[in-house]
């Protein structure tokens, strides 16, 4: 899975440098044969819309297609056939109040893209190895179960500011964070025949991710209001336990690697402002903890069988802002 993942990032960073380079490649050529070089950034039915940079200033503008002969986009070079009709007049037209209305409609162009959003994770690790070890810790087997299935849901929060590099990939930055908790009282059995004891156990997990992104979306629909997107981001993993059994507590923690495949769909309420339903995937497994009592602190490293699987699925629900 990891050198899958691996491998998958790594291609997509490439088609992002190849998409990079065509971008600043277009080139118009008009009926007459003057040649425009600048950045083709959107096309319809009858328009070419273009950037220019000139000396640091920045320029926008449309082109008539009915006044060019061949265009270069996205690597592609496109060329039309002309009628009598079309004259070289009127080549390039500035930015009129037609456009200005255009850009009322939801089809932002806007750079940066912040998230935030909310929901549940549920944990995917193997639950029976936990319930068995806390039976050999003298708790009842159904304590064992509602303690463990009161672990694996929990609350996640997500946090992404990403900056548009080429027509449909952006790079950026996530943070991660992933609560659940559980507290009851119970009885341990000492195993000696004679000796029970009652009381209360529990503990809040936390665990927080954040790392490097790359970001890719794709609009369509009426005035494309939707957008469905994806994201792959890895980075390190902080791992915080808090236990409490019988009033005895100890404190584990942790660093891992993970990696995070996030699949959405967006729906725009505004030029600037979206909501968006989240689906994702989160993968990490932690084989070393350090583990602090009130008298003592130790590493230790983890068996095969008793490696800590933080992965989960998440659903969350958020708001969008673009800039």
């Known amino acids: ?17 190849f998409i990079s380079k065509v971008d600043a490649q277009d080139r118009v050529i008009f ?3 003057d040649t425009l070089k600048c950045s083709i950034y959107k096309e319809n039915r009858d328009f070419l819309y273009f950037k220019q940079n000139s000396k640091g200033v920045f320029t926008k503008g449309k082109i008539a297609k009915d006044q060019v002969r061949e265009w270069t986009y996205q690597g592609a070079n496109v060329t039309q056939v002309l009628t009598e009709e079309q004259k070289p007049s009127d080549l390039i037209n500035e930015v009129t109040e037609t456009e200005k209305e255009e850009k009322k409609k ?35 087997k159904e304590d064992a179960e509602k303690y463990v299935n009161d672990l694996v849901v929990g609350h996640t929060g997500k946090f992404t500011m990403h900056y548009q590099v080429s027509k449909y990939y ?21 195993n000696d025949g004679y000796n029970w004891i009652y009381g209360e156990v529990g503990e809040a997990a936390y665990v927080n991710f954040a790392g490097p992104s790359i970001f890719s979306n794709y609009r369509f629909g009426w005035e494309k209001r939707f957008s469905v997107h994806s994201s ?17 507590q100890r404190l584990l923690t942790g660093v ?40 003592s ?22 708001v969008i802002f673009y800039w």
């Open 256 to 295: 891992a690697f993970g990696q995070n495949l996030d699949i959405g769909l967006e729906y725009f309420i505004s030029p600037r402002w979206a909501i968006t339903l989240d689906n994702s995937y989160f993968s990490s497994t932690l084989g070393k903890i350090t583990i602090e009592t009130g008298s």
């Open 106 to 140: 939801y089809r932002h162009e806007n750079s940066f893209r912040v998230s935030i959003n909310a929901g549940s994770g549920f944990l995917v690790g193997n639950t029976e190895k936990s319930v068995e070890d806390m039976q050999n810790q003298g708790f009842p």
């Open 31 to 33: 009926v007459n044969g």
């Open 232 to 248: 792959y981001t890895i980075g390190p993993v902080f791992y915080r336990n808090e236990v409490e059994i019988m009033r005895q």
């Open 170 to 190: 952006w790079l950026g930055v996530l943070y991660n964070g992933f609560f659940s908790d559980t507290k009851m009282m119970t009885r341990m059995d000492y």
């Open 1 to 17: 899975m990891k050198h899958i993942n691996a491998k998958l990032c790594t291609l997509l960073f490439f088609v992002f440098i």
């Open 297 to 318: 602190k130790e590493t230790v490293d983890l068996e095969k069988d008793e490696i800590n699987n933080l992965s989960r699925f998440e659903m969350t629900f958020g």
